[in-house]
């Protein structure tokens, strides 16, 4: 089966870090662009940042820019992204999808969506 699974969500105080992950199964990560997107309660979905499948190049929304960092190793066929100085303003469920690059967000994500990881910035 083709899917896209996130992990690494949780609760964290402001200023914490925490690492997700998106591991792919039925298919190589590698031929993919991945961006990573959040979704807050009453709010749109969007994209905060996307990995290159040919150069590496990576993407960041001015919201992350700074303090998000995402990488990618092939081996193991996962996606991650690094948050740092986390601000209650980030609560979100978390998604990783194929299919992301240079242009705009809202041309992010194609065919493939993981289910969502919960993020919870709170004192």
């Known amino acids: 089966q083709v899917q896209l699974v996130e992990s690494g969500g949780g609760l964290v105080q402001p200023g914490g870090s925490l690492r997700l992950s998106c591991a792919a199964s039925?298919?190589?990560?590698?031929?993919?662009?991945i961006g990573w997107f959040r979704q807050a309660p009453g709010k749109e979905r969007e994209g905060v940042s996307c990995?290159?499948?040919?150069?590496?190049?990576?993407y960041y929304t001015d919201p992350v820019k700074g303090r998000f960092t995402i990488s990618r190793d092939n081996a193991k066929n996962t996606v991650y992204l690094q948050m740092n100085r986390l601000k209650p303003e980030d609560t979100a469920v978390y998604y990783c999808?194929?299919?992301?690059?240079?242009?705009?967000?809202?041309?992010?994500?194609?065919?493939?969506w993981g289910q969502g990881t919960q993020v919870t910035v709170s004192s």
């Open positions: 990995i290159s499948a040919t150069d590496g190049s990576t």
């Open positions: 999808a194929t299919g992301c690059g240079a242009g705009g967000t809202d041309g992010w994500g194609d065919d493939y």
């Open positions: 039925g298919f190589s990560l590698d031929d993919y662009a």
